[in-house]
């Protein structure tokens, strides 16, 4: 199983193609000092779950593509569906326009998500669907006349996008900081992170609720809306929250009259084992963003889901400035919209939801496994949302120094193994397709157990 892909000698093309990409390429979230040092993988196909490179190398697509992809590459129910409307039109604008597969996908996402949710406003990325969110909040309590609330509560360590709204209500330090005179103030109180926490895991989550309550008491007048990341802090690290917070959020929200955001574009369409997170809790919210895995991973698209009362506060004559003044050029692309119908078929189709518990309860036998390891901090799951942190000390849980650079290292070592993941620092990401089948799934989790047996000491030896 290990010496799977034979890495041979670069071939022409791909020296070519490295050399190009060095020249004209800036990779996102990449110290490019880095990159231009390395021996980058071309991607230059797919099969199922396989990513392809330029040199016929086959690797699992491990973390779906930046946790976009559900059913693999190259569907041919997503393809067909997506070439047959290239036949009609690719893209129209809704800037004054219906098209039809926005009508569709709209009527289907409403019917899918938590009740209450009524309207979808589209855009092109989870960014884009949290700035919409924002200025959505924001503006339903301006247009109702509650002038003074400009301000949002966001928990420490979420990621949000990348964009100056969306990084104004990030928790993650290192993306936040050097534009900090460019955000607008929110306040951030403590993700409930058990394992960063030096008490129980119900203090834990009480612990984040008194500060959040701590807050509204206070300001509630001055707070638009909570932003959370249901259930899981994505990029944060896979911080799980623990059971029932999301409810006591809730609570909160609804007893000081603050709206509550619920950013799932990393936990929806499937990866906590039900098609939204905020299910799990029978949590509704009133303002939802999703994005990546809405097209299966095909094409840029994402959608911002309000409730009725909200889009309501935005009638009335031209001369009250009641509109939302915002769209974007690409808005409900037809040929994005008609791949989310084709991937919500086949979630339908394939039984997908349902086959979710069998695939879930395997990846946690292997977690417990894993996190028995030498240097394993813990192994984090919600779902197929895993993540495995690397430590220098497995007692007292201390971190290796960045510049070591182990989670990376570590990953690339399975590279040979025909495994592709990206690490979010020390922390091995490992959230393969939902609809990857259990056969795969334990291929993928034998690699990475092996890796951290066999490799991560040789690794840490050398650094
Ligand atoms: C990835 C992500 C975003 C940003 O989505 P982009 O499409 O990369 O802009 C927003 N929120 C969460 C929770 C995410 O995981």
């Not at 880095?34 to 993988?41: G, I, Y």
């Not at 697509?61 to 009609?88: E, F, M, P, Y």
């Not at 098609?275 to 994402?302: H, Q, R, S, W």
Request: glycine residues 8%; positive net charge; charged residues 20%.
């Amino acid at each position: 199983m290990r010496a799977q892909n034979k890495m041979t000698k670069t071939n022409q093309l791909t020296k070519k193609l490295i050399e190009l990409d060095k020249k004209c390429i800036w990779h996102p979230f990449t110290q490019m000092a880095d990159w231009l040092k390395s021996q980058p993988v071309i991607i230059d196909s797919a099969e199922g779950f396989y990513l392809i490179d330029t040199e016929g190398n086959r690797y699992i697509d491990g973390v779906s593509s930046l946790w976009c992809n559900v059913h693999g590459h190259r569907v041919k129910k997503i393809d067909d569906a997506i070439k047959a409307q290239t036949d009609k039109v690719s893209h129209s604008t809704l800037l004054g326009l219906g098209q039809t597969k926005s009508i569709e996908l709209a009527e289907k996402l409403v019917r899918i998500t938590p009740p209450g949710l009524q309207k979808v406003f589209y855009s092109d990325s989870g960014a884009t669907a949290v700035e919409i969110a924002l200025k959505m909040a924001y503006q339903y309590f301006q247009n109702t006349g509650e002038k003074n609330r400009t301000k949002f509560i966001a928990l420490e360590s979420s990621y949000h996008g990348d964009t100056i709204g969306s990084v104004s209500v990030g928790g993650i330090k290192t993306f936040r900081s050097i534009f900090r005179p460019l955000l607008f103030e929110a306040f951030f109180v403590p993700a409930p992170h058990p394992y960063r926490f030096d008490g129980s895991k119900e203090d834990c989550a009480k612990y984040t609720l008194d500060k959040i309550e701590g807050i509204l008491k206070t300001r509630c007048d001055q707070i638009v809306a909570v932003i959370i990341e249901p259930l899981v802090q994505g990029a944060g690290g896979i911080i799980v929250h623990p059971q029932g917070f999301l409810t006591s959020v809730r609570q909160l929200t609804k007893k000081y009259s603050v709206l509550l955001i619920a950013d799932e574009v990393a936990t929806g369409f499937g990866k906590t084992g039900k098609m939204f997170a905020c299910e799990n809790e029978t949590v509704n919210p009133d303002i939802m963003c999703l994005g990546k895995a809405i097209t299966a991973g095909y094409l840029p698209l994402a959608a911002t889901l309000t409730t009725g009362q909200i889009f309501d506060a935005f009638l009335g004559p031209i001369s009250e400035y009641k509109t939302f003044y915002h769209g974007h050029t690409y808005t409900g692309n037809a040929l994005a919209c008609t791949a989310a119908l084709a991937s919500l078929e086949l979630f339908e189709q394939n039984r997908l939801i349902e086959s979710l518990p069998a695939k879930i309860e395997l990846m946690k036998q292997y977690f417990a496994k894993i996190a028995e390891l030498p240097f394993v901090g813990e192994a984090r799951q919600c779902g197929l949302m895993g993540a495995i942190e690397i430590v220098k000390d497995k007692s007292s849980k201390e971190s290796f120094s960045p510049e070591q650079k182990i989670g990376s290292k570590l990953c690339s070592s399975m590279r040979p193994a025909g495994v592709m993941l990206r690490p979010l620092g020390d922390c091995v990401v490992v959230m393969p397709p939902v609809a990857i089948k259990p056969d795969l799934l334990e291929k993928l989790l034998n690699i990475i157990l092996h890796s951290i047996e066999n490799d991560l000491p040789k690794i840490i030896r050398d650094v």
